[in-house]
């Protein structure tokens, strides 16, 4: 009777430690908060996570993740602080007008929270937007994947959006406000056509390109051809049809600026110009598709947010290209004025590539 009551304990001891969830292991159930709000265009994300489960995030098999001494926190905060911050970011994403918002690690500390037994992490993770968006989307996956009992409380407050939420394995997602038609292809106009105030290698690109032609006619048609050759693969892969590498499409648009500031340089025979212009209007769009990469397809409006910033882009490029012409007709009164501007670029595009393909 003694060896059979043994037995049933026993059984009844590993049992029970196979049913009980890993966040038990600590004495306390896997919590978290999250408070979002928004402050001087910086959406403002505090999250505060229990120490056993931020170390067991990033190293499940620290020696000293059931300890919460000062020295072990001290520890983990000097050694696992990169970790900690590329963990966060690539579990929590969030979303403003249907667009993934680029964030970044700028407060980690302890703090003892009141009404927890346990040492909490606090974290404050800043996303830089535009404006104030009229629709936002949480998309959170840390610690799921190792604990199904976790419970994250949420409360968001950015403006007018406001809403609180509790989030568990089933039900992680949370989407407040709603964009109007005519709000998104306002905003993904902008948003294309103020893109070439930034991309410093496309307009390079043209310069060099534009530069190259002999004619008023061979002008217009080359920027119409790479325009159009650039819408193509835009849509293609904003709407995740054909998708190439970043740091592959990144090195090619270098290589491509590269190659067109010497061939305007020392080619004087400029007939291929305009199929110049459509081959690598091809590759120059997978590059600007790169600001709306990720956008989420089930947020409402985007294949019609697509088309507005599609429109914005061609927009940007046709009145560059007209602002262009003047400046380049009168480089070319200037002595060495053309060839040196041609050097110029291309030594960009070689240092640039350079960058791109190996750093």
């Not at 949480?138 to 190792?146: D, H, I, S």
């Not at 997602?173 to 410093?200: D, N, R």
């Not at 740091?247 to 090619?252: G, W």
């Not at 294949?303 to 490029?317: C, D, F, R």
């Amino acid at each position: 009777m003694k060896t059979r009551w043994i037995l049933l304990i026993a059984v009844s001891i590993i049992m029970f430690g196979i049913w009980v969830p890993v966040s038990a292991a600590h004495g306390n159930i896997s919590v978290a908060y999250s408070d979002i709000s928004m402050e001087k265009g910086i959406i403002k994300y505090v999250f505060q996570l229990d120490m056993y489960d931020m170390i067991a995030e990033v190293n499940l098999d620290d020696p000293d993740i059931n300890l919460s001494t000062q020295e072990v926190l001290n520890r983990f905060y000097s050694k696992y602080h990169a970790e900690v911050a590329t963990d966060l970011l690539s579990k929590i994403e969030l979303y403003a007008d249907n667009l993934p918002l680029k964030g970044k690690l700028t407060q980690f500390r302890f703090i003892e929270k009141e009404g927890e037994a346990q040492p909490f992490a606090e974290v404050v993770l800043e996303y830089p937007v535009r404006n104030v968006p009229r629709q936002l989307a949480l998309n959170y996956n840390v610690v799921f994947e190792r604990d199904q009992w976790h419970v994250n409380y949420v409360n968001l407050h950015v403006d007018e959006l406001q809403k609180t939420a509790v989030f568990i394995t089933q039900l992680h997602e949370l989407q407040v406000g709603q964009m109007s038609l005519q709000y998104a292809l306002k905003q993904f106009f902008l948003i294309g056509l103020e893109y070439w105030l930034t991309a410093v290698e496309a307009i390079l690109f043209l310069l060099a390109l534009l530069i190259g032609c002999r004619s008023v006619k061979q002008y217009l048609m080359v920027a119409v051809i790479f325009a159009v050759a650039l819408c193509l693969t835009l849509i293609l892969a904003g709407l995740h049809i054909l998708v190439l590498p970043d740091r592959f499409v990144e090195s090619l648009i270098a290589l491509s600026i590269l190659y067109i500031a010497l061939n305007s340089l020392f080619n004087k025979n400029m007939k291929y110009q305009i199929g110049l212009a459509g081959g690598f209007g091809l590759i120059h769009g997978f590059g600007f598709a790169e600001a709306v990469s990720g956008m989420r397809v089930d947020g409402g409006h985007s294949v019609s947010s697509l088309a507005a910033y599609n429109v914005g882009i061609e927009t940007g490029l046709l009145l560059l290209a007209l602002i262009l012409y003047p400046i380049i007709h009168y480089l070319h009164k200037i002595k060495r004025g053309i060839p040196a501007l041609l050097t110029a670029i291309a030594l960009f595009g070689l240092v640039w590539f350079i960058i791109k393909a190996y750093l």
